[in-house]
């Protein structure tokens, strides 16, 4: 795509407000708009002539099916094709597609995982409409954005909590703004810009190993004698090959409307990011989901393949999602922007503290979010933030709040220039805040960035417990603050009480550090859930359990169907890389390591047949400890398989989870220490698959 034609191309292939306006009349436009800002139903006429004229733009762009895409529970998004072409009473063939069809789709879904809850209630699910995102062609699809649910109506899908989060939240933040005198905001919903990391690494040598066709990670692999201590890959110079795929992929992605913005090295080898430019967390979710099957799809044009694993090599730097999250109001304020009133300073203020109560509140169930198998791996190892969460101000706003906390007046590097009440407040200058890398949630002059998302990960359910938390905390705040006789002195004892009551959340220091874990923990008492199985619990705490029914985010049934999803899915990824593990010892490490002492005793033999005095010392040594090895393999590879045979008699999902991260994982760890150690003494040529350093530096 030419610069030239960047504007005719963005968005092409996108249903977007431009067609709309083009393609509908005036009246179902308005009436689509309605539906669109303010959640109103749609009245069956204007979505047949949605339907209409979402169909004619498609097939005129080569569109001979049409789909609702949906994002069920197994964390990709899923679509069921159907023809737009219906039989004619002449024997011909027309293009059909209703606003029914639009509306609500019916897909087979016995195949996607319910936690039971289509057992317990019907057994099939349907699709709805999400009118809040465009449409848009893959191929010669027209997929068509929708939530998925069961017949009563439980969510099966990450789209429904998170669209009732959002409603939930801008209940809430409305009450807020209310309060503080603001007539004209009608709608408040939060955004999200999600920074994707990813490996691309060359597709030949992925073909070669099973682990990572398998599993996505590399389940052996010694260590190569360079790694990323140099930091030389950090905003290196991007490879010509690469550069090639990221311009091939910023155009599908601009032609999705996604606009990608900066792409660069990131510090592990082969490691690189996207950051698109932040949208409505609806939007943003579903152009996350899309961006993470381009970037393989493009990848394969390339002869690469994108690696989107949260770990896919140890000892290496992983990959997560940097969530950056903000509350906006429909007239364009940011409310995580310090303003340039009083009022709008105290504001902020307020909803500052909201959101450190609320993460404080539900650390718990933010970890619970991003729990899965893979980013087990990543948390709290090599530049990844630590499983504890915390939230990172910078020294100004920390300062800021310090004050206030002693109820002084802050005086800041500026001159103090806002007053209210006894709260004094200096003007935020937008970029204040220092840089930390190391913290879960930092604040980051106008938004939060919560860095614990896997990158694989859906960004769906970090957003879906933010904003729920968020929302549930701004709910009691107004809850105390409405019908209040002083406003000024209320809100400054709410604040002060909930700033007390929550600080211990807030932490500027190194967030890699070892003392902070154990400040965190011993001191502040906050939570360190290193895996998923004791992450995940939280999900059915009760306090959470409350707090997400009251926002109406989650039923009952949903949370502890949820619960059982997630924990099969980190069972299930386990002992897909157990089984895998053991295929490549038997099948692969073992005989080629035999080959290799085979050959090496053979040399030995030929050396002493020409000159018999040779001791052989080296050869000796080198089969002894290669035979040692073969054993210790072969050993570590029964214990992996006989702890799978005791694992598949474990009925329960959530013991069986706590199994496996206890019996299995140690086990499959003691495998790969000897598999790796053999590496190293084995001859490159015998290896049976790539290295890390033919890999990363190939
Ligand atoms: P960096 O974090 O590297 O300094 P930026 O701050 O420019 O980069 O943006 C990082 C990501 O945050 C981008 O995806 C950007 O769109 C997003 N972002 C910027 N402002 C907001 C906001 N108000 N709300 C949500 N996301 C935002
Ligand atoms: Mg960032």
Not at 551 to 565: N, P
């Amino acid at each position: 795509m030419k610069t030239a034609t960047l504007s005719e191309e963005f968005g092409s292939l996108v249903f977007d407000d431009r067609a709309m306006k083009a393609r509908l009349s005036g009246e179902v436009y308005r009436a689509l708009k309605q539906t669109i800002k303010q959640g109103q139903p749609l009245n069956p006429a204007i979505a047949n002539a949605v339907a209409a004229a979402m169909r004619d733009w498609a097939v005129e762009r080569g569109a001979t099916h049409f789909t609702h895409w949906f994002q069920p529970l197994t964390g990709v998004t899923a679509e069921k094709h159907d023809g737009f072409l219906s039989p004619a009473p002449d024997g011909g063939v027309i293009m059909e597609f209703s606003g029914k069809e639009l509306i609500q789709g019916e897909p087979d879904a016995s195949s996607f995982p319910s936690g039971g809850l289509r057992a317990t209630f019907e057994a099939r699910g349907y699709t709805a409409w999400d009118p809040t995102s465009y449409a848009f062609l893959k191929g010669k699809v027209l997929c068509i954005p929708t939530a998925f649910c069961s017949y009563g109506g439980e969510a099966l899908d990450k789209k429904t909590p998170l669209l009732r989060s959002m409603e939930a939240l801008n209940t809430q933040a409305l009450r807020i703004l209310r309060l503080f005198g603001n007539k004209d905001v009608r709608r408040v919903s939060s955004s999200v810009g999600p920074e994707q990391e990813y490996f691309l690494i060359d597709r030949e040598l992925w073909k070669k190993r099973r682990d990572l066709v398998y599993t996505g990670r590399t389940l052996y692999g010694a260590k190569p004698p360079k790694g990323q201590e140099l930091d030389d890959h950090y905003f290196g110079v991007i490879k010509p090959r690469v550069q090639a795929y990221m311009e091939d992929l910023n155009e599908e992605l601009w032609k999705l409307g996604i606009l990608a913005k900066t792409e660069h090295n990131e510090v592990a080898p082969c490691q690189h990011e996207l950051a698109p430019i932040y949208t409505t967390t609806n939007i943003a979710t579903d152009h996350n989901q899309l961006t993470m099957e381009i970037m393989q799809k493009v990848a394969e044009k390339h002869g690469l393949v994108c690696l989107l694993h949260e770990k896919p090599f140890a000892g290496v730097n992983g990959s997560g999602k940097h969530n950056n999250w903000s509350i906006s109001t429909d007239t364009g304020v940011n409310l995580l922007s310090p303003g340039e009133s009083p009022y709008e300073n105290a504001q902020f203020l307020l909803f500052l503290v909201a959101v450190l109560e609320a993460v404080d509140e539900y650390a718990d169930l933010l970890r619970a979010s991003v729990a899965t198998a893979g980013n087990d791996h990543r948390l709290g190892a090599n530049e990844a933030p630590p499983a504890v969460v915390s939230v990172f101000l910078g020294d100004e706003l920390t300062a800021v709040l310090e004050a206030l906390e002693r109820e002084e007046p802050y005086i800041g590097s500026e001159k103090p220039e806002m007053m209210l009440g006894v709260l004094t407040l200096p003007r935020f200058l937008r970029d204040t805040t220092d840089r930390n890398r190391t913290s879960p949630f930092a604040f980051t002059g106008n938004k939060f960035e919560f860095r614990m998302v896997g990158s694989s990960n859906s960004i769906a359910c970090a957003n879906i417990m933010l904003n729920a938390a968020v929302a549930d905390t701004l709910g009691r705040f107004a809850d105390r603050l409405e019908g209040v006789s002083d406003f000024d002195s209320a809100l400054h004892a709410l604040l002060l009480e909930s700033l007390r009551a929550h600080k211990r959340i807030l932490f500027n220091g190194n967030g890699y550090d070892d003392a902070w874990i154990k400040e965190a923990v011993e001191q502040r008492g906050l939570h360190n859930l290193r895996t998923t199985p004791d992450a995940m619990k939280a999900l059915l705490e009760k306090k959470s359990m409350e707090m997400l029914i009251r926002q109406k985010v989650y039923t009952k049934a949903e949370l502890v169907s949820r619960y059982e999803i997630m924990l099969e899915n980190y069972c299930k990824t386990i002992v897909i890389e157990a089984n895998t593990m053991c295929e490549m010892a038997r099948k692969e490490i073992l005989p080629a390591v035999e080959r290799y002492a085979c050959a090496v005793a053979e040399t030995a033999e030929k050396k002493r047949a020409l000159v018999p005095v040779l001791g052989c010392g080296y050869e000796k040594h080198l089969v002894e400890k290669l035979s040692a090895l073969t054993d210790q393999i072969e050993a570590g590879t029964v214990e992996v398989e006989s702890a799978l045979a005791s694992l598949a008699t474990i009925a329960d999902v959530p013991e069986l989870a706590e199994s496996i991260r206890d019996l299995l994982l140690p086990k499959m760890a003691e495998l790969r220490a000897a598999a790796d150690e053999a590496e190293c003494l084995t001859a490159k040529d015998f290896w049976p698959f790539p290295t890390y350093g033919e890999i990363l530096f190939g």
